[in-house]
Nanobody, 125 residues
């Protein structure tokens, strides 16, 4: 499985960006796609997940109400729509995929076997 993350960039506080995570080569029809983010010097943190191809979504408290998830099965792509961006959202965003994760473990990095290369989001104040 290969993941291609894209859509990062520079945006002013209050603005919006949409990140994309395109998957290729997966064998399972049911999988979970998650987004994590990392600031230099800090641990990678969970942002959001689309559980089992869309049955359930989950968001970190810090982004609830501002970020949403959607997917296009025909394109094997998951989108992270980020609205009302804040300077503290600045980070490298990574998408990850798991074909086996259970819901209670979707927040853990170790649950995901496949990772994209990361896309930088910079929010200026």
């Amino acid at each position: 499985v290969q993941l291609q993350a894209s859509g990062g960039g520079l945006v002013q506080a209050g603005g919006s960006l949409r990140l994309s995570c395109a998957a290729s080569g997966r064998s399972s029809r049911t999988y979970t796609t998650a987004w994590f983010r990392q600031v230099p010097g800090k641990e990678r943190e969970f942002v959001a997940a689309l559980f089992r191809s869309g049955s359930t979504t989950s968001f970190a408290d810090s982004v609830k109400g501002r970020f949403t998830l959607s997917n296009d099965n025909a394109k094997n792509t998951v989108y992270l729509q980020m609205n009302s961006l804040k300077p503290e959202d600045t980070a490298v965003y990574y998408c990850a995929l798991s074909e086996r994760v259970i819901y209670s473990a979707i927040y853990r990095e170790s649950s995901y076997a496949y990772w994209g290369q990361g896309t930088l989001v910079t929010v200026s104040s």
